[in-house]
């Protein structure tokens, strides 16, 4: 296989991965109520620590629309996993904030999402987990420059 071919095969597998895991990620989480969306979300929320995020800041990061964004903190709202709040400083922003719950029930589920995440990459060496991290890293460099 030549270069150009294994680059449309890797992207070709990029789609296939997504879509498997989004499956298998709902799957998993649905038995406690929550989807892998739901959970990207709360991860990307709590990747700002103790200063709530905007839901735009959100959506940017997170590669999606503020609408989308919006449905799904919604949601969570109603589980009682985040509040949506107006900004103190712009009554247009809003905060989204973690709550209690949301800590507590991942907290309580960290040890069997880390087997969950261990056994994706089960059969992978260190140094194969690196390259395609390292790979993965470049790859969405490229991507926010397009």
Avoid at 45 to 67: C, K
Avoid at 78 to 86: M, S, V, Y
């Amino acid at each position: 296989m030549d270069l150009l071919e294994k680059e449309k095969f890797i992207f070709g597998s990029l789609f296939l991965i997504a879509n498997r895991l989004q499956v298998i990620g709902d799957q998993y989480m649905g038995r406690d109520g929550m989807t892998t969306k739901q959970w990207f979300l709360t991860a990307m929320i709590s990747q700002f620590g103790d200063n709530p995020p905007s839901l735009s800041e959100v959506a940017e990061i997170m590669g999606s629309s503020r609408q989308n964004v919006k449905q799904l903190a919604l949601k969570l709202e109603e589980k009682e996993f985040l509040k949506i709040q107006k900004d103190e400083q712009d009554s247009r922003a809003l905060r989204l904030v973690l709550t209690d719950k949301s800590r507590e029930f991942w907290q309580e589920r960290e040890e069997k999402d880390n087997q969950f995440v261990r056994n994706l990459f089960e059969g992978l060496s260190r140094e194969e987990i690196s390259i395609m991290s390292e790979g993965l890293r470049k790859l969405i460099k490229n991507i926010e420059k397009l």
